[in-house]
């Protein structure tokens, strides 16, 4: 069964330094999306990306965020200079369509701690 | 007010037992309506959508009632294996696809 991978599975980092987390999609989907789920708290919407440009952004995504998709399999979030709050699970997801209605698939999570 | 809001958990079964898991949402817009399931540390895996009729799953059902703006999932003859966090979701139509989830409810069952 095609699934999401996502690398690496845990980082840790020191605070102001640049993490890039990676994404592998499921292959004949074309929307992808970032969420992220701080320890204890509920899974919150990051960013949602289609045709090469972000659909849509959250709040919580600022100028310290941004997404790629360098080639035809890998997705990466790029966290510019990490903060202490940064720290927690980022999930990664895909879907076939961006509707609202299909269902997304989500990768096992990178945690990111910012010492 | 919370976009979408859950029974505060944990819920602590025995086994076999039925367990019943409410949601509400606030936005009137919003489109599409899912239960997931989380367990612990681990990525939210879809269990099931719910459809306005209301809809089942083998011991899982889901109802909707979009007058009330309110989800519910219902567990019939409870496995160890259902222990997990469950996540109500939903989606608002001028916001694409964005999952908007709830904070979710514990779920213990017990031998």
């Known amino acids: 069964e095609p699934e999401v991978t996502q690398t690496p599975s845990h980082q840790v980092t020191q605070m102001g330094q640049e993490v890039i987390l990676r994404c592998v999609p499921i292959s004949n989907h074309l929307y992808f999306y970032w969420y992220r789920q701080i320890l204890g708290q509920k899974v919150e919407f990051l960013v949602s990306f289609y045709n090469n440009e972000i659909s849509e952004k959250s709040e919580i995504f600022d100028d310290q965020f941004s997404v790629e998709r360098p080639d035809g399999s890998n997705f990466t979030l790029k966290i510019r200079s990490t903060k202490l709050e940064d720290s927690a699970m980022y999930f990664c997801?895909?879907?076939?369509?961006?509707?609202?209605?299909?269902?997304?698939?989500f990768g096992p999570g990178t945690r990111l701690t910012v010492l | 007010r919370k976009e979408v809001e859950q029974d505060p958990g944990p819920f602590n079964v025995p086994e076999g037992a039925t367990v019943a898991f409410n949601c509400t949402y606030s936005?009137?817009?919003?489109?599409?309506f899912f239960w997931y399931r989380q367990d612990c540390r681990k990525e939210p895996k879809l269990l099931m959508s719910v459809y306005s009729s209301g809809n089942e799953d083998g011991r899982f059902t889901a109802q909707l009632n979009r007058a009330s703006q309110y989800i519910s999932l219902l567990i019939r003859d409870s496995k160890l294996s259902d222990s997990a966090t469950y996540l109500c979701v939903v989606t608002v139509r001028s916001q694409g696809g964005k999952l908007i989830f709830g904070q979710g409810t514990e779920l213990s069952v017990k031998p």
């Open positions: 936005n009137s817009a919003s489109q599409s």
């Open positions: 997801a895909s879907s076939s369509a961006g509707a609202g209605t299909d269902t997304q698939y």
